[in-house]
């Protein structure tokens, strides 16, 4: 049996040198079907397949809400404990929070990405520290931090961190442990973990006590025995009992973490495989189509073979030794591709989802190539060597049956490879429409020459609105003086910046609803909005005078008033986020003005109701400075300006996020742009393979063709007739491809909608467009041979035979 092997495959080796040309071509086209698949792959199995990289991962669960498409949510601390405390199904329970805190003691202040945790963190995640040790339980309120890997290497390394004092917000913290490279939890960008209770003030400040004040995420591990199923039945027994000491938005959920780290990517990824799987059929019905015309080419060898008593066995061995061994030069070449475009993939995008340094072309993702690469040379050979080795040596010696039979095979891969490229293509033009329909929404603002950075004050030192307020004044005040800039201001959210805060609300003159209505609050000193040249509509903008000690006033947006005040005039009415005055009677905000909406939480989510506070009224230790440079100047330039003043007022303040809001925007199209340009190109090379393969199969048809075409041309038939004949043929086969490639894409469409932006996936101008492109595509691939055929000479074509 091996020595019959190695003879097949020495066989194989002699017949690829005797034909150069179609070796290349196949393995070629094989290496780029399994190159971008395997990249692609690489990145799905790092992101969702994999597990996390904790003990039990399925284990780790944390609380979610039931709101669609949202799995984390968040709560107050009062809720964890009751939850906590009343749980019998889920232990180890923590609770967190990301928060900026500013590092201090050498040169500038430094903003670091820090955590503060409740209850046992560590354990919920399971992870033991690489240095050290984390959090004792009565350690609660101790001024401890453990530090993340990338933050030790920045204190050198080693073991002499141990013991460091790191001042934070002021405060002393020691250093007692360093966690793996592995653990990012909340975030990759997390530097540190501190016990919320070690926070200046935090045992009466409201996140402590205000259970209408969630901030924290929640995470635990099941108990033995303990099914999602089975805690979610607990939790909404809880819910009920809980829902005495709380309002009625309170819900009470429970989901994977592995889940809720993916749930905004696991479709796109999906889809993304799926669009470069039906690249790797386009692939791999061209390289079938090379087969069936080799395996004509050699139809006079295969034919003496069976003479001389090959069983079908033997040839069907010898077709498939050759296809797989084709396929396995394809798969090397894939592997290394993979490699590249693995590289190339993180560029484009993919380094901005979840758990993208785990992406990597390991074990098994090369076990998968191996597994694509024998199915794809199987798949490629099997039909023709069963179509070769059942025909009796009469038959393979002639042509009629042969021909016939080949044709429809042919015919039968056209239609298929259409109806792929189809669906990609339209996949591709719906992407690339909603991604240019993104790129082109109105931001709402003028973000060109815009410095942007982000601002945390130490709480211990400011921890009264009165010091708030006055720093925030002084701040911008010195760089409004400075004659490199043309506006300053703070806000509490930019667009595409985080630190979203949103309030539920009523109007006055309306009952108090029991489930409010949201509306992002962004709390802003004088001159932010002039900043970022956001156009006033009606009334006007906040002011010095909109002080402490002012009436509650605000600026809303053009959707808050529309959706709010439909149908009336917004200036001068009022509206409560709760709270009462010292009377007891709700607080009061008027409305003063009404300016364009800006989309802050990303294009994608679009415009929301926006409420601008003075923060003079709402204080905020948090806030994000936007500064427009003078007229000309690169807005690069004003950090040295920003940090000079910043220093003046405070040096224990630090920048982070630090450049342009053109850039922030941009950044925010990253995932839309990363899956436009991955379908784009999947479509372009299924347009391409697509063509291809209508090409090869009509040149050749009508070479086997010639004799037929020259006798109906030396009978007095046209040169337009063979065109006709030829591409009349090929668009029949075209058409039937296009209807089912549509019948595909309807049946897609509903997978494709969660992907776009303003558009609906049956879009009739973009599968009308695909339509006419793959046709005309059909028809110029058809033409070309067609062409030839038409303007052979009859008389020397006859003359050969």
């Given at each position: 049996m091996l020595s019959d092997v190695s003879m097949d495959v020495r066989y194989t080796l002699r017949t690829m040198?005797?034909?150069p040309v179609f070796t290349l071509a196949a393995v070629l086209v094989l290496t780029l079907g399994i190159g971008v698949t395997t990249a692609l792959f690489s990145v799905v199995d790092a992101v969702l397949l994999r597990p996390l990289p904790f003990p039990e991962p399925d284990r780790l669960v944390v609380m979610s809400t039931d709101k669609p498409g949202k799995l984390l949510a968040r709560y107050s601390l009062p809720n964890y404990e009751d939850v906590a405390r009343l749980s019998t199904r889920l232990r180890s329970m923590t609770a967190y929070g990301q928060r900026l805190m500013n590092l201090t003691?050498?040169?500038?202040?430094?903003?670091?990405?820090?955590?503060?945790?409740?209850?046992?963190?560590?354990?919920?995640?399971?992870?033991?520290?690489?240095l050290g040790r984390t959090f004792a339980p009565e350690e609660r309120d101790a001024r401890l931090a453990v530090i993340s890997h990338s933050r030790w290497m920045k204190e050198g390394g080693g073991e002499g961190v141990l013991g460091r004092t790191l001042t934070l917000g002021g405060q002393p913290y020691t250093v007692i442990g360093v966690m793996p490279p592995s653990f990012d939890v909340p975030a990759h960008t997390t530097e540190v973990w501190v016990p919320f209770d070690s926070l200046p003030g935090a045992a009466t400040s409201e996140e402590r006590t205000e259970r209408g004040f969630r901030s924290f995420a929640v995470a635990a591990r099941l108990v033995p025995g303990a099914t999602l199923e089975s805690v979610r039945h607990e939790l909404k027994s809880l819910n009920e009992e809980l829902l005495s000491r709380d309002d009625a938005t309170l819900k009470l959920g429970v989901a994977r973490y592995a889940d809720s780290l993916t749930q905004d990517v696991s479709l796109l990824l999906w889809v993304l495989l799926g669009a470069v799987s039906l690249v790797?059929?386009?692939?791999?019905?061209?390289?079938?189509?090379?087969?069936?015309?080799?395996?004509?080419?050699?139809?006079?060898?295969?034919?003496?073979?069976?003479?001389?008593?090959?069983?079908?066995?033997?040839?069907?061995?010898?077709?498939?030794?050759?296809?797989?061994?084709?396929?396995?030069?394809?798969?090397?070449?894939?592997?290394?591709?993979?490699?590249?475009?693995?590289?190339?993939?993180?560029?484009?995008?993919?380094?901005?989802?979840?758990?993208?340094?785990?992406?990597?072309?390991?074990?098994?993702?090369?076990?998968?190539?191996?597994?694509?690469?024998?199915?794809?040379?199987?798949?490629?050979?099997?039909?023709?060597?069963?179509?070769?080795?059942?025909?009796?040596?009469?038959?393979?010696?002639?042509?009629?049956?042969?021909?016939?039979?080949?044709?429809?095979?042919?015919?039968?891969?056209?239609?298929?490879?259409?109806?792929?490229?189809?669906?990609?293509?339209?996949?591709?033009?719906?992407?690339?429409?909603?991604?240019?329909?993104m790129y082109q929404a109105d931001p709402g603002l003028d973000p060109v020459g815009v410095f942007v950075a982000r601002l945390a004050l130490p709480q211990s030192r400011y921890d009264t609105p009165e010091r708030t307020e006055a720093f925030h004044r002084e701040l911008t005040a010195r760089l409004a003086a400075r004659p490199e800039v043309a506006g300053v201001g703070v806000g509490g959210s930019l667009p595409a910046g985080g630190s979203l805060s949103r309030s539920g609300?009523?109007?006055?003159?309306?009952?108090?609803?029991?489930?409010?209505?949201?509306?992002?609050?962004?709390?802003?000193?004088?001159?932010?909005?002039?900043?970022?040249?956001?156009?006033?509509?009606?009334?006007?903008?906040?002011?010095?005078?909109?002080?402490?000690?002012?009436?509650?006033?605000?600026?809303?947006s053009e959707r808050f008033a529309r959706e709010v005040f439909a149908g009336e005039d917004a200036l001068g009415r009022r509206v409560s986020f709760g709270g009462d005055d010292a009377e007891g009677n709700p607080l009061w905000t008027t409305v003063v003005g009404v300016v364009a909406d800006v989309a802050y939480a990303g294009v994608e989510v679009g415009h929301e109701p926006t409420a601008y506070v003075p923060m003079a009224q709402e204080p905020t230790t948090d806030g994000q400075l936007?500064?427009?440079?003078?007229?000309?100047?690169?807005?690069?330039?004003?950090?040295?300006?920003?940090r000079e003043e910043l220093r003046a007022v405070d040096s224990m303040v630090a920048l982070a996020r630090v450049g342009t809001l053109e850039d922030r925007l941009s950044s925010d199209l990253g995932q839309p742009r990363f899956r436009a340009v991955l379908l784009g190109a999947f479509g372009l090379l299924a347009l391409v393979l697509a063509a291809v393969g209508i090409y090869g199969v009509m040149s050749y048809s009508v070479s086997q063709r010639e004799h037929e075409m020259s006798v109906r041309m030396a009978l007095g038939a046209r040169a337009a007739d063979v065109l006709r004949l030829v591409v009349g043929q090929a668009l029949r086969r075209v058409g039937l491809g296009l209807v089912l490639g549509l019948l595909g894409?309807?049946?897609?469409?509903?997978?494709?909608?969660?992907?776009?932006?303003?558009?609906?996936?049956?879009?009739?101008?973009?599968?009308?467009?695909?339509?006419?492109?793959?046709?005309?595509?059909?028809?110029?691939?058809?033409w070309l041979p067609a062409r030839k055929a038409a303007n052979a000479d009859p008389a020397a074509v006859l003359r050969r035979g």
């Amino acid at each position: 049996m091996l020595s019959d092997v190695s003879m097949d495959v020495r066989y194989t080796l002699r017949t690829m040198r005797q034909s150069p040309v179609f070796t290349l071509a196949a393995v070629l086209v094989l290496t780029l079907g399994i190159g971008v698949t395997t990249a692609l792959f690489s990145v799905v199995d790092a992101v969702l397949l994999r597990p996390l990289p904790f003990p039990e991962p399925d284990r780790l669960v944390v609380m979610s809400t039931d709101k669609p498409g949202k799995l984390l949510a968040r709560y107050s601390l009062p809720n964890y404990e009751d939850v906590a405390r009343l749980s019998t199904r889920l232990r180890s329970m923590t609770a967190y929070g990301q928060r900026l805190m500013n590092l201090t003691g050498e040169g500038d202040a430094e903003q670091l990405r820090g955590a503060v945790v409740v209850g046992d963190f560590f354990g919920a995640f399971g992870m033991k520290p690489m240095l050290g040790r984390t959090f004792a339980p009565e350690e609660r309120d101790a001024r401890l931090a453990v530090i993340s890997h990338s933050r030790w290497m920045k204190e050198g390394g080693g073991e002499g961190v141990l013991g460091r004092t790191l001042t934070l917000g002021g405060q002393p913290y020691t250093v007692i442990g360093v966690m793996p490279p592995s653990f990012d939890v909340p975030a990759h960008t997390t530097e540190v973990w501190v016990p919320f209770d070690s926070l200046p003030g935090a045992a009466t400040s409201e996140e402590r006590t205000e259970r209408g004040f969630r901030s924290f995420a929640v995470a635990a591990r099941l108990v033995p025995g303990a099914t999602l199923e089975s805690v979610r039945h607990e939790l909404k027994s809880l819910n009920e009992e809980l829902l005495s000491r709380d309002d009625a938005t309170l819900k009470l959920g429970v989901a994977r973490y592995a889940d809720s780290l993916t749930q905004d990517v696991s479709l796109l990824l999906w889809v993304l495989l799926g669009a470069v799987s039906l690249v790797l059929l386009l692939a791999a019905a061209n390289v079938a189509h090379l087969q069936l015309a080799r395996a004509a080419a050699r139809q006079r060898e295969l034919g003496i073979r069976v003479a001389l008593g090959a069983r079908r066995g033997r040839l069907v061995r010898q077709l498939l030794t050759e296809s797989v061994l084709l396929a396995l030069l394809g798969g090397v070449g894939g592997v290394l591709l993979a490699l590249w475009a693995t590289d190339l993939l993180m560029m484009l995008g993919a380094n901005t989802l979840p758990r993208a340094g785990e992406v990597v072309v390991h074990g098994r993702v090369l076990l998968f190539a191996l597994a694509v690469t024998l199915t794809t040379g199987v798949g490629v050979g099997l039909v023709p060597a069963l179509q070769r080795s059942q025909l009796s040596p009469a038959t393979v010696l002639g042509r009629g049956a042969t021909e016939k039979s080949r044709g429809r095979t042919h015919a039968v891969l056209v239609v298929a490879e259409v109806a792929l490229a189809l669906m990609l293509v339209t996949g591709a033009g719906l992407m690339l429409k909603s991604f240019w329909r993104m790129y082109q929404a109105d931001p709402g603002l003028d973000p060109v020459g815009v410095f942007v950075a982000r601002l945390a004050l130490p709480q211990s030192r400011y921890d009264t609105p009165e010091r708030t307020e006055a720093f925030h004044r002084e701040l911008t005040a010195r760089l409004a003086a400075r004659p490199e800039v043309a506006g300053v201001g703070v806000g509490g959210s930019l667009p595409a910046g985080g630190s979203l805060s949103r309030s539920g609300y009523w109007k006055e003159g309306t009952e108090d609803p029991p489930v409010r209505p949201d509306a992002l609050i962004n709390v802003t000193t004088p001159g932010f909005l002039e900043a970022l040249r956001v156009p006033l509509l009606a009334g006007r903008l906040l002011t010095e005078s909109d002080g402490a000690n002012a009436p509650r006033v605000m600026v809303v947006s053009e959707r808050f008033a529309r959706e709010v005040f439909a149908g009336e005039d917004a200036l001068g009415r009022r509206v409560s986020f709760g709270g009462d005055d010292a009377e007891g009677n709700p607080l009061w905000t008027t409305v003063v003005g009404v300016v364009a909406d800006v989309a802050y939480a990303g294009v994608e989510v679009g415009h929301e109701p926006t409420a601008y506070v003075p923060m003079a009224q709402e204080p905020t230790t948090d806030g994000q400075l936007a500064v427009r440079a003078a007229p000309g100047l690169d807005p690069r330039k004003l950090e040295s300006v920003v940090r000079e003043e910043l220093r003046a007022v405070d040096s224990m303040v630090a920048l982070a996020r630090v450049g342009t809001l053109e850039d922030r925007l941009s950044s925010d199209l990253g995932q839309p742009r990363f899956r436009a340009v991955l379908l784009g190109a999947f479509g372009l090379l299924a347009l391409v393979l697509a063509a291809v393969g209508i090409y090869g199969v009509m040149s050749y048809s009508v070479s086997q063709r010639e004799h037929e075409m020259s006798v109906r041309m030396a009978l007095g038939a046209r040169a337009a007739d063979v065109l006709r004949l030829v591409v009349g043929q090929a668009l029949r086969r075209v058409g039937l491809g296009l209807v089912l490639g549509l019948l595909g894409a309807l049946a897609a469409h509903r997978i494709m909608e969660g992907l776009l932006y303003g558009m609906g996936a049956l879009d009739v101008s973009v599968l009308a467009s695909v339509s006419l492109l793959l046709l005309g595509t059909a028809w110029l691939a058809s033409w070309l041979p067609a062409r030839k055929a038409a303007n052979a000479d009859p008389a020397a074509v006859l003359r050969r035979g």
